[in-house]
């Protein structure tokens, strides 16, 4: 009885601090299974970044010919709003590498209704590199192959990349493409390409570049950077290829700024100059 006793003391002091805290942090998971209306002026209140439409650019991409002298930069853009920060640094980098001389191509996941999902039944053909290579990835094999540069671009939801962009990277660089086993394991097949990531964030500690950029040497923006470049310098070295680091951003424009023109001027320009201090324009 005092054992029975004690427990439920337990259990209700333990409910009893469970409720005090969330009181305090609103850390209780409210399942709205209703729903709610879209706003009618969603671009207004949205927490995530909206260029203004007097600021938004349009790029083509030129696309990569047979020529062989000519630098090749493939993007890889998981973000399904073309508004965005993230497209805006997309379209500034390029128009940048066109204005070089480089052939750019795109692949805009969302458009192209790309499948990010290993299924049970492309399991080891993606592993193992067992069996025919499914259709869309094929395609996609075909667009990294000539590729000098490839651009990852996706917006920081959750730290990583996201979905799209993971899915992309888990079944394009699978096993007999992009890496291979040998005598003496994993080899990268990826030899004399290079990789860039082009992340637009919403707070990973005040800064704008990559690392060492943070506003004020802030030690919270290298943290951040640090962990990335862990990610990006394992990734490259199991693909064979050469990590170029990030152009992170958490100074974006607020949406409704007055001076917006001139902040997102100045974050093109940041980005341009963060390229042109990373890559190559000629072979």
Not at 98 to 115: F, P, Q, S, T
Not at 136 to 141: F, L, P, R
Not at 157 to 175: C, I, L, S
Request: net charge neutral; charged share 25%.
């Amino acid at each position: 009885m005092k054992t029975q006793i004690t427990a439920f003391a337990a259990t209700l002091f333990f409910a009893l601090n469970v409720q005090a805290a969330d009181a305090v942090s609103s850390a209780t998971v409210k399942v709205n299974v209703e729903g709610t209306e879209m706003p009618a002026n969603v671009d207004a209140v949205t927490s995530a970044s909206v260029v203004p439409e007097a600021y938004r650019q349009a790029v083509k991409p030129n696309g990569f010919t047979r020529e062989g002298n000519k630098v090749r930069v493939l993007f890889v853009v998981g973000d399904p709003r073309h508004e965005s920060v993230e497209w805006d640094l997309v379209n500034t980098a390029m128009k940048h590498f066109m204005d070089k001389g480089c052939e750019v191509e795109l692949r805009d996941l969302y458009a192209i209704g790309w499948n990010p999902v290993i299924t049970r039944e492309t399991f080891f053909q993606a592993k193992d590199g067992f069996g025919k290579t499914p259709k869309d990835v094929a395609v996609e094999q075909l667009m990294v192959a000539p590729a000098d540069y490839i651009v990852f671009a996706y917006p920081n939801w959750h730290d990583t990349p996201n979905a799209m962009v993971k899915g992309y990277m888990e079944r394009v660089f699978q096993k007999q493409f992009a890496y291979r086993d040998t005598n003496k394991g994993l080899e990268g097949l990826m030899k004399g390409k290079a990789f860039y990531t082009i992340m637009n964030c919403g707070w990973i500690g005040r800064g704008r570049g990559g690392l060492g950029d943070g506003i004020d040497k802030n030690p919270i923006w290298d943290k951040y950077l640090t962990a990335f470049k862990t990610l990006d310098d394992d990734t490259a070295g199991f693909w064979g290829m050469t990590s170029l680091g990030r152009f992170c951003n958490d100074q974006t424009p607020a949406n409704a700024s007055k001076n917006y023109g001139k902040e997102i001027e100045a974050l093109r320009a940041d980005l341009v100059k963060h390229l042109d201090k990373t890559f190559k324009y000629t072979k």
